[in-house]
C-alpha cells in the first residue's frame, strides 16, 4: 500500500502492515541481503588481498581475533537490538515523537559505552590474545591489526544501531546505502594501503575503520533526515522507552557476552591444533556465512514485521509473516547446500590456501551441509520470539546451543580433531531450536490459561 500520512501528518510507510504481505516481505529482504553481501564482500576482500599480497600467515592473523572485536561491541549490539524491537512497535502504533526522543538517548548511551570499551580492550589486547593462544607466528600480526581496530569500535557500535533503527521503522534501503559506501572505502583503501603502499597489517586495519567511520556518518545523516519528518509529539517519557531497550536488549548483552566468551574458547581449541586449523576453519567461515546470508535477513524480516503488526494490532498478519519465513528458509538451505556442495572447495583456492588448509575448511562446510535447514529454523523462531518481546527465551536458547557446543568441542577435540568444529556447531543449532520451541509452546500454553 502507498505510503499514508496519519492522523499526526506524519507521512509512514504502512507496507510492513498493510496491503501485499509476500511482496512486502520480499522487497524488504532484498535490501538486508544486500547489505550482507556487501558487508560480506569487505571481509572477503581483506582476506584476499592479506592472503595473496602478503600471506597466508597475515589472512591467520587477521582472522584469529574476530571473537575479541566482537567481545567489543556486545554491550552496544546487544541494546540496539532492543532499541529494534522497540522502535518497531513505537511505529506499528504510531507513536513517532518517542522514536524521535528515543534516537537522541541511545545514541549518547551506545558513544559512551563504545569509547570505554575500546580504551579498556586496547590495553588488554596483549593479554586476551595470550589467553586465546594465539600461535606466535600469528601473534604480532594480530596484536597490529587488534589495537588499530580497536579506533573503529564507536562506529561499529553507531552504524549497528542506526541500521537497527531504520530497520525497526521498516526501511531496510538506507542501511544497505551505509554498507555499500562502507564496502568501497574498505576496497579502495585496501588496495592504496595494502597493495600500493605495502602497509601490510596495518593497512588492512586502517582500511577497514575508515570504512566503518564513512558508514556510521552515513547513516547519521539519512537517519536525521527521517527523523525530522517525525511529528515533536511524544506519548510517553524518553526514560521510559530506554528503559524499554535496555530491559529488551539485556537477555542479548547476557547472550552476546556469552557467545563472545564461547569463540574464544573454540578458538582456544583451533589454535592448539595449529595454524592450518585455524585458517581453514576462518575462511570456511566466510564462504558459507555468505551463502547463509538469507536466513540472516528472513530472521530480522520476521522480527521487523512481527513486531509493527503487533504494535498495530493484526495478529493474522504476523501468523503469515511466520508461514513466510519458513517457506524461504527450508528453500535457501536447500539451495546453499547444494551451491557449497558442488563449488566449496573451488572457492577456498581463491584465498592463496595450501591443499591441506583448503581441504580442512572444505571438510567443515561438508559436515554442515546436513544441518543447515535446523539453522534456517533457528532464525525464523529467534525472528517471531524477538519481534514479539521474547527476547530472554531467545537469548537462553542461543546460549543452551553454545554451551552444548563448547562442551562438545572439548570433550571430542582429542577424537574427532578439526572435524570437531563443525559438529559441535550442528550441535548448537539442534538445541537451540528445541528450546526455542518449547519455550514457544509454554507461552502459548500460559496465554490460552490466562
Not at 151 to 179: C, E, N, T, W
Amino acid at each position: 500500500m502507498a505510503d499514508k500520512k496519519s492522523k499526526t501528518g506524519v507521512k509512514k510507510d504502512k507496507s510492513v502492515t498493510e496491503g501485499n504481505l509476500l511482496y512486502a516481505f520480499i522487497m524488504f529482504i532484498l535490501p538486508l541481503m544486500g547489505a550482507s553481501l556487501l558487508q560480506q564482500s569487505y571481509a572477503i576482500a581483506d582476506g584476499l588481498i592479506l592472503g595473496n599480497a602478503i600471506s597466508q600467515e597475515a589472512l591467520g592473523s587477521v582472522s584469529s581475533v574476530g571473537p575479541v572485536i566482537d567481545m567489543c561491541t556486545l554491550i552496544q549490539l546487544g541494546i540496539s537490538g532492543g532499541c529494534s524491537i522497540t522502535v518497531s512497535h513505537l511505529y506499528g502504533a504510531g507513536k513517532y515523537g518517542d522514536i524521535s526522543r528515543l534516537i537522541s538517548d541511545i545514541r549518547k548511551l551506545i558513544t559512551l559505552i563504545s569509547v570505554g570499551i575500546a580504551l579498556a580492550a586496547f590495553a588488554a589486547a596483549p593479554k586476551l590474545l595470550s589467553l586465546m593462544h594465539t600461535p606466535d607466528d600469528l601473534m604480532s600480526g594480530a596484536l597490529t591489526y587488534l589495537r588499530v581496530t580497536f579506533i573503529g569500535v564507536p562506529f561499529m557500535a553507531l552504524y549497528g544501531l542506526q541500521a537497527g533503527i531504520l530497520r525497526g521503522m521498516g526501511d531496510s534501503k538506507r542501511p544497505l546505502g551505509g554498507i555499500a559506501v562502507s564496502s568501497v572505502v574498505n576496497i579502495l583503501m585496501d588496495l592504496i594501503f595494502v597493495v600500493l603502499f605495502d602497509l601490510g597489517i596495518t593497512g588492512a586495519a586502517v582500511a577497514t575503520v575508515s570504512a566503518e567511520a564513512m558508514s556510521a556518518a552515513y547513516l547519521f545523516k539519512k537517519i536525521e533526515d527521517k527523523r525530522n519528518k517525525l511529528s515533536p509529539e511524544e506519548t510517553g517519557t524518553g526514560n521510559e522507552n530506554l528503559r524499554e531497550c535496555i530491559r529488551l536488549g539485556t537477555p542479548q548483552i547476557i547472550q552476546s557476552v556469552a557467545s563472545s566468551g564461547g569463540k574464544v574458547l573454540l578458538q582456544n581449541i583451533t589454535n592448539i591444533l595449529g595454524g592450518s586449523v585455524v585458517i581453514g576453519v576462518a575462511v570456511a567461515f566466510k564462504i558459507d556465512s555468505i551463502l547463509l546470508i538469507p536466513l540472516m535477513s528472513i530472521g530480522i524480516a520476521v522480527s521487523v514485521f512481527t513486531g509493527q503488526n503487533i504494535g498495530s494490532g493484526n495478529s493474522k498478519r504476523v501468523r503469515d509473516t511466520i508461514k513466510y519465513g519458513l517457506i524461504f528458509s527450508v528453500s535457501v538451505t536447500v539451495v546453499a547446500s547444494l551451491i557449497l556442495w558442488m563449488f566449496g572447495l573451488h572457492l577456498f583456492g581463491l584465498f592463496g590456501l595450501g591443499k591441506e588448509t583448503a581441504e580442512t575448511g572444505f571438510r567443515y562446510i561438508i559436515l554442515c551441509l546436513p544441518f543447515y535447514w535446523i539453522f534456517g529454523l533457528q532464525f525464523v523462531l529467534n525472528g517471531y520470539l524477538n519481534g514479539s518481546k521474547h527476547t530472554t527465551l531467545t537469548s537462553a536458547a542461543a546460549i543452551a546451543g553454545l554451551a552444548g557446543r563448547v562442551l562438545f568441542a572439548y570433550a571430542g577435540a582429542s577424537h574427532f580433531g578439526a572435524d570437531v568444529f563443525p559438529l559441535a556447531e550442528a550441535l548448537s543449532w539442534t538445541i537451540a531450536v528445541l528450546v526455542d520451541l518449547s519455550g514457544l509452546m509454554l507461552i502459548k500454553r500460559r496465554n490460552r490459561l490466562q
